[in-house]
């Protein structure tokens, strides 16, 4: 059975830091394109970034360029999005999803992804 698992969220001061990790079980991620999406309360889920299979490309959204870093350990079948210097709008599930669609470059398109994780909470707030 194909699984993502999302886990290092939690609530966070602005200015602050989280990591989030993406674990895959019963398939290995080499061969996907993993992105990072968030919805907040009331809003359409939208993306955040993503990474190619071999982690030669990845894509940001403009709203968190030169402060979220996405990475990727196949040898750990894991992607990890390391988010700084938060902002309380940046409050938000967040969902890691794989996609077979991608293999160059990757786009933030929610309809190209196959396989979600259940996602993880990450509040910004003092």
């Known amino acids: 059975q194909l699984q993502l698992v999302e886990s290092g969220g939690g609530l966070v001061q602005p200015g602050g830091s989280l990591r989030l990790s993406c674990a895959a079980s019963g398939f290995t991620l080499d061969y996907f394109a993993i992105g990072w999406f968030r919805q907040a309360p009331g809003m359409e889920r939208e993306g955040v970034s993503c990474?190619?299979?071999?982690?030669?490309?990845?894509n940001y959204a403009d709203s968190v360029k030169g402060r979220f870093t996405i990475s990727r350990d196949n040898a750990k079948n894991t992607v990890y999005l390391q988010m700084n210097s938060l902002k309380p709008e940046d409050t938000a599930v967040y969902y890691c999803a794989a996609s077979v669609g991608y293999r160059f470059m990757c786009l933030m398109r929610p309809d190209d992804y196959e396989t979600w994780g259940q996602g993880t909470q990450v509040t910004v707030s003092s």
């Open positions: 990474i190619t299979g071999s982690g030669g490309s990845t």
